[in-house]
């Protein structure tokens, strides 16, 4: 599974965040700890331009992810080269 | 940039557009952030004598890594971050003894970049005694901020994403970004979706069109809140002769500065006739039989492999010298680089009269000379044959690139690590690197957006670009059109946009077409994005499309229009019936009291039979901020499906030309 695994982009509701949470890095680290036991799989957590995450997910994961409450969308990432 | 001041016309006494635009320090302080590969610190583009503290708005971090101090930010570079999470997940640990896990520039595409948009002065700046002159930024006072987000092996969209949302949290005021990825719809583009919301906190994004041309729909970074930027050629050469045996002489570049050829001439070979590979003539890594090469002058043709790496791959055979020559798709553009060997860049049609001779003549033979930097070149700017043309795939009603700038052999500054062909087999050094590319047209346009921005605190990212737009120039000064390096011939608003940058005049444009946060999100209504992919785009804002209204991509504010003719258009469905295109603007007066009064001319012989009705004819304007909004029609017969025509509306008061390009597409 770890070889599987690349790296999606997250988009997540702000506004959805549950009460229980004090920060939405809190949240955002609870759902994807709700679909994937592996650790340390969260890259950034985005707060300026984007309210979300990139994480490595195996693609199973990614699907999960995105039914998640709150959850929006979960893109892959892309590769952009120099011009 | 020892030379595009002066093209663009704000070179001014103490180095730079003294007269129009204010000085750092101010309210107008403006912080370009360039996502790059990095920053080389030390070079004296960095220098940050003469301005004032770093602005209390400023919120960035000079982060330490390998080989980088914190201390090496100072009032000029503000700002040094590295994201490469992404590059590191995606690709394994890095190479540490190949790039800095820092924000070191180890290749120096950033460092040119970031010093073309915003470097100091710096005199005595060459490239092996090649344009030299005093290199500096568009904005030679502004501040640099440097986001290093691409890698040895790219730049990854969770790195891409981690660098803007720092960028605009610091209080960047302007973005570059000269990359790209392929066309994907701007709910799943990294950068469109970073550059919206940037848009939101008022800065600019400036982004490059990418090097795809001359093929049409080629364009990268397309989202309507994006200013995306094409090249241009400067009036400047690098000319160098290559003498053939039979005594004819044909120009091409060099950039070469080594020990020079022989003046006798020396044997010259076809790549092709020296390599048992099929693509020979490419002078691919491995293709050239060395028996047959060496000593010789080699000529190659472009494409696929990088320039300067055939430069390599000819010496290391053993040759002597490289003639390299362009094919149907580079034609006459001429791009000169700093090769290893003695060496020349033709055009097609030189490159093809050597290839006649090397063909016909039992014992060819030829010498190359490299003569230097040659000034005042006309005609000048011309379209760069490699720069991305539209039509636009992802949105066809915008017309894109926006605006072409210098991007063609521009000198600017260039990191210690590596040589200016980055070859690793390079091992000289250099300040400073001429190159090519929309990377470089791109922070042209960033420091004169800061410029601009600095002029005008006041205006929006969408008023800076308008002003850009709406006063750049389609035609040479004697009236006829931008030509375009790859055919010869005229370039149309799909290879130049609104066309080239003109800074002078964008500094008073006398009318904006402004845009709004609220009219973006209206556009992507239009588009009929669902309200999942308005939350990705535009974040997660309670916002939904109003099912009672009737939304329009054409109603978008836009500097320019792209018309869209398809039967669907038509009231009878049948493809001969006319079709009418109605496109809504308005315009704020950021100017004195005027009356303004529209014309349009149409262009190609399809563009002949369009009609062209703008409502009302004649805008008054009384105050600075006054909006007006006006309507056109444009009325078409049916044509065969991909014909395309072009046309121009301009609103004038006799000191202001407010002008927008058309383009006519048939489908």
Known sequence: AAEKRKTYIVHMAKSAMPAEYADHGEWYGASLRAVSVAPKMMLYAYDTVLHGFSARLTPQEAEDLACVEGVLAVNPEARYELH | TTRTPEFLGIAGAGGGAQGMFPQSGTAADVVVGVLDTGVWPESRSYDDAGLAEV???????????????????????????????????????????????????????????????????????????????????????????????????????????????????????????????????????????????????????????????????????????????????????????????????????????????????????????????????????????????????????????????????????????????????????????????????????????????????????????????????????????????????????????DIIAPGVNILAAWTGKAGPTGLAADTRRVGFNIISGTSMSCPHVSGLAALLRSAHPEWSPAAVRSALMTTAYATYSGGSPLLDAATGATGTPFDYGAGHVDPSRAVDPGLVYDISDAEYLDFLCALKYSTTMIAAVARSRDFGCAENRTYSVGSLNYPSFSVTFSTANGDGGESSAAATVTHTRTLTNVGGAGTYKVSTSVSGAAAQGVAVAVEPTELAFTSAGEKKSYTVRFTSRSQPSGTSGFGRLVWSDGKHSVASPIAFTWT
């Not at chain 2, 990825?181 to 400036?206: H, K, P, T």
């Not at chain 2, 090249?231 to 160098?240: K, S, V």
């Not at chain 2, 700017?381 to 043309?389: E, I, L, T």
């Open chain 2, 55 to 401: 602005p209390s708005f400023w919120k960035g971090q000079c982060m330490a890594g390998a080989g980088f101090n914190s201390s090496a930010c100072n009032r000029k570079l503000v700002g040094a971050r590295f994201f490469n999470k992404g590059y590191e997940a995606a690709m394994g640990p890095m190479d540490t003894d190949r790039e800095s896990r820092s924000p070191r520039d180890d290749d120096g595409h950033g460092t040119h970049t970031s010093s073309t948009a915003a470097g100091a002065p710096v005199p005595d700046a060459s490239l092996f005694g090649f344009a030299s002159g005093t290199a500096r930024g568009m904005a030679p006072r502004a501040r640099v901020a440097v986001y290093k987000v691409c890698w040895l092996g790219g730049c990854f969209s969770s790195d891409i994403l981690a660098g803007m949302d720092a960028a605009v949290a610091d209080g960047c005021g302007v973005l570059s970004l000269s990359l790209g990825g392929g066309a994907a719809d701007y709910s799943r583009d990294s950068v469109a979706i970073g550059a919206f919301a940037a848009m939101e906190q008022n800065v600019l994004v400036s982004c490059s069109a990418g090097n795809s041309g001359p093929g049409s729909s080629t364009l990268s970074n397309v989202a309507p809140w994006i200013t995306t930027v094409g090249a241009g050629t400067l009036d400047r050469d690098f000319p160098a002769y290559v003498v053939l045996g039979n005594g004819k002489n044909y120009t091409g570049v060099s950039l070469y500065s080594g020990k020079p050829l022989p003046s006798t001439p020396l044997p010259i070979i076809y790549a092709a006739n020296a390599s048992s590979s099929t693509a020979g003539n490419l002078c691919m890594p491995g293709t050239l039989t060395p028996e047959k090469v060496a000593g010789k002058i080699v000529i190659c043709d472009r494409g696929v492999s990088a320039r300067v790496q055939k430069g390599f791959v000819v010496r290391d055979a053993g040759a002597a010298g490289m003639v390299l020559s362009n094919t149907a798709a580079n034609g006459q553009e001429l791009v000169a680089d700093a090769h290893l060997l003695p060496a020349a860049g033709v055009g097609e049609r030189e490159g093809m009269a050597i290839k006649s001779y090397v063909a016909s003549d039992p014992n060819p033979t030829a010498t190359i000379m490299v003569a230097g930097t040659q000034v005042d070149v006309h005609p000048s700017p011309v379209v760069a044959a490699f720069s991305s043309r539209g039509p636009n795939m992802v949105t066809p009603e915008i017309l894109k690139p």
